[in-house]
Every structure is written in C-alpha cells, then in structure tokens.
C-alpha cells in the first residue's frame, strides 16, 4: 500500500481575521481535491470552536480508499474508476484492492478467494439467535443483532493492535456476511438455511443461499451471478458515508469489530442511507404509468409538497452518479435475461428523461442516483424489498472493514468526539421540589 500522507502546503494559509482573532490556518492538500484547512489548533490559539452539523465541511480523516469527485460525477476505488471496475474486474478483486491498496496478481487473488471462502460458514450456535427472533422481523433488525453477536464468537479478534488479527477479522466479516444474510431471509419465509458452498463464486453463494431449497437443484444464472457482482462493487465503498463514518467512530474507542460493523448496519438501515432504493421503487409503483410522470414532476418541484422523487440528487453528486449508469444496463440485462416486460422500468427511463430535461432539476443540480435503477433490478432478480439494504449490507461491509483498518493504523487516530455548540441553560442552582 502506498504510504503518500497529507501534507500542509508549504507556504499556504487561511487567515482568519475578526473579532479580536487573527490567526494563520495552514492548508493541506491531498493528492486530487480540495485543499483542507488544518483547523486542530484553532481552539488551543483561539478558545473557539467551528460549526458544521452534518459535517458538510469537515473531513473527519485522512484516507487513501475512495475519491468522490461530485461536481464530475466521479467515483474511484484506489484511484480506479468505479465504471472500469464494475466491467472489468470482479467483487473479490475489488474486495483485496479496497482492503489492502492495490489490485491483486493472479496467485495473490487465488489465496485471498481461498482465504476468505474458508470463513463462510458460521458457528452452528448462531442458529439459535435467529430462533429469537419474530418471523415477521425486518432483515435489517436481525443483522444488527447477529453481526454484533459475532464478537461474542471471536475473542481472539478483540486485540485490534495486531494488524494479522485485524485482518482475520475483516475476512472473517467479508466471508459471514452472505451467510448471516441469506440466514436472515430464510428464516423469515421459514425454509431452512442453505450452507455455503466454497466452490461458487462471491455473488453465486450468495444467491445459492438466497433461493436454493434443499429438495431440488438450483443452478444459479451467469447473469444474474454477474449482475449481483456488479451491484456488490458498486455499493463496496463510498468514502465518508454516514455508515462509514459510524463504524469509524464506534471503532475509534478501540471497540471490537463486529461490534463496530453491526453499529455501520444500524446506521445503514435508515431510509436518508441505505433505504433509499426501497423508497424509489415505491414510488415508481404509485407513478404506474408513464402518462401519471408529469403530476409528479410538478408535485417534486412544488415547494409546498413535501413529495421528492426518490433516486434523484445527491449530497456529494451534482452530476450523474456513476454508479446509475452502469446499473441502469445491469436493470436491462436482467430484465431480457429473466424475460421481464417490467412497466416500471418504462416509467423509470420516461421519469429520467423527463427530469433531466426540466429546468428545475437542471439548475439544482438534481440527476439519478445508485438507487434509482437497484430497487427495479434486485426486485426482478427475486429479493423482497426488506432484503435491499440488507445486500447493501453485504456490499459495504468491506468498504467498512477497509475503512475501519485504515483508521486503526493511523498513527494520528484518536477517540472521535465532536464538541458542540451549547444553548442550553447556563448554571444555576437545584430547587427542591417544592420550590420548582
Ligand atoms: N426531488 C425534488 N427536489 C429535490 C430532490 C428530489 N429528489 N432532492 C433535492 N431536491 C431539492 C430540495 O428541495 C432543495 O430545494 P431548495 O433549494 O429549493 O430548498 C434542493 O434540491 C437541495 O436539496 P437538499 O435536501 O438541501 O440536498 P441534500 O444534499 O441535503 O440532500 C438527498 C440530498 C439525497 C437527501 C436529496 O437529494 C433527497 O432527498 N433525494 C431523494 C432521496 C434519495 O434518492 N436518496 C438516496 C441518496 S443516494 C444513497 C447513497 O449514496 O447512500
């Protein structure tokens, strides 16, 4: 991995002047994007805090995994564009470049399938905690509890100063992940779990254990395999995400990592993250028809309605979302593949035409996002609703051990805690209760 560090820019600042404060801020830059304003003595010189809720302006560390360039609509795994990585490489390529830097030799991309399908299976006594839970119970809500309950089942784990056990963990995580989630479907359509096979592919395991039944054959379609590879390298990582940032931060106390992961799904599961593609295929539903499109163009830009059209913008994104582009051709391919005349994705590319021709969406900078396109495909691919962020989950989760150990080798790594901005009640004195 490469070891290129921030640097302050030699000779520049930011001077901040006012209110009896005059102070040189210096500036870092990193090796593509803005430069960063080194605010960690501000504070000490100043007594003053900065402002940014939702941390909109505020890089919260140092990485070397991902690069969004927003206004380009540009997205890079180690500085490969996601479009380059989604064609022509695969999931566990992926996996080893986010994990360890670069893109694996043939040998060295042999021993890491080799070494993280030899994880796949789970402890047999996990069985018992999906016993516990309600049939009726949402995905999400299961893997947070059987994620977290892993760290019960590896102690040896817990030394996070050793980066060999680091990573037994981070393959252990990679391998369970497709495992614990297939578990969490089965168990909520009550068929019995399926094992993993270790002669399958990534993505083929996974939909083995997804929709094979035990009394008959299921022979998992290179499209679909294909398709489900794809969808995992596009959501793998996404740099500083809400997700990202929680399992960082739950891990910045020296906190075990599956503890760590299972606190990125819970933050995952929130509809502003990781539901998003559940809400746009929704809402395609409602729509129906093509001719409908124009009612909810104008209900969108009616500031009045607090109706959006779900998949469209972005926090980051002021362009396409790379990411769209590929998935809109994996929704085709998997739509001719399964033989599907979906009327949604009719409606889906009429939307998108639609939307990117009106000056509304234009001048807010407004384009599809990842999610747009993912509720249509996975849904003809056979996967409930409740299950799509639960294969985000699976995705993500090695951006997130990627993340969580670049954090921990970082030498300027420190608890994360924020400070505030007060506006409570200045100290005053208790009353007793019959004097309030
Ligand atoms: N439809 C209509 N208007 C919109 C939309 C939309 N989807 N998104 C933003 N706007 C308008 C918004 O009303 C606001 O207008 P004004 O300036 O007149 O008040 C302006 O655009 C800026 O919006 P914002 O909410 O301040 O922007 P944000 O960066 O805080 O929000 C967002 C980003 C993704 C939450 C938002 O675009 C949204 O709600 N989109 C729909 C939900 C969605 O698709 N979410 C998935 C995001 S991608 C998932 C991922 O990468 O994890």
């Not at 949604?344 to 969406?361: C, H, N, S």
């Not at 985000?392 to 805690?417: K, L, Y």
Request: proline fraction near 6%; hydrophobic fraction near 40%.
């Amino acid at each position: 991995m490469s070891n290129v560090k921030a640097r302050s820019a030699p000779d520049k600042t930011l001077s901040v002047t006012g209110d009896g404060v005059n102070i040189e801020l210096p500036l870092m830059t990193g090796t593509v994007g803005p430069e960063v304003v080194d605010i960690r003595k501000l504070y000490a010189k100043t007594g003053m805090f900065t402002y940014d809720p939702g941390f909109t302006s505020t890089a919260s560390c140092e990485s070397q995994i991902t690069y969004i360039d927003g206004e380009k609509g540009e997205l890079l795994y180690r500085g490969y564009p996601i479009e380059q990585l989604a064609e022509k490489s695969d999931f566990m390529e992926v996996a080893y470049l986010l994990l360890k830097g670069e893109l694996p030799t043939k040998s060295e991309k042999e021993k890491f399938i080799s070494d993280t399908t030899y994880h796949t299976m789970v402890h047999e006594q996990l069985n018992h905690f999906y016993n516990g839970f309600r049939r009726d119970a949402h995905p999400m809500a299961v893997m947070v509890g059987v994620v977290g309950a892993l760290a019960a089942f590896y102690h040896d784990s817990t030394d996070i100063t050793d980066p060999r056990q680091r990573m037994i963990a981070s393959y252990r995580m990679i391998a369970k992940m497709p495992t614990l989630a297939a578990m969490a479907y089965k168990y909520s359509v009550g068929q019995p779990f399926i094992y993993p096979r270790n002669d399958l592919s990534y993505a083929a395991n996974f939909l083995h254990m997804m929709f094979a039944v035990p009394c008959e054959e299921y022979n998992v379609s290179p499209t679909l395999e294909r398709a489900m590879d794809v969808i995992f390298t596009l959501h793998a990582d996404h740099e500083q995400n809400a997700s990202t940032s929680t399992v960082r931060l739950a891990g910045s106390s020296g906190a075990n990592p599956f503890a760590c992961i299972s606190a990125g799904c819970a933050c995952l599961w929130g509809p502003a993250h990781g539901g998003a593609n559940e809400a746009a295929l929704l809402m395609l539903q409602e729509i129906g028809t093509p001719d409908r499109i124009p009612e909810y163009i104008a209900r969108a830009k009616d500031r009045n309605d607090p109706f959006r059209l779900m998949g469209f913008g972005h926090r980051v994104y002021k362009n396409y979302d790379p990411r769209a582009t590929v998935l809109r051709k994996i929704a085709h391919d998997v739509l001719d593949e399964l033989n599907i005349k979906d009327p949604l994705f009719e409606v889906a590319r009429e939307l998108e035409k639609i939307a990117l021709e009106d000056e509304y969406f234009i001048e807010k900078k407004l384009y599809p996002n990842v999610d747009f396109y993912s509720g249509i495909t996975l849904s003809a691919m056979g996967f409930p609703t409740s299950m799509f962020t639960v294969l985000f989950a699976i995705a993500r989760t090695v951006g997130w051990v990627s993340q969580w150990n670049e954090m921990i080798a970082d030498p300027v790594q420190r608890i994360g805690r924020p400070r505030q901005l007060y506006t409570g009640a200045p100290k005053r004195d208790f009353l007793p209760i019959d004097k309030r």
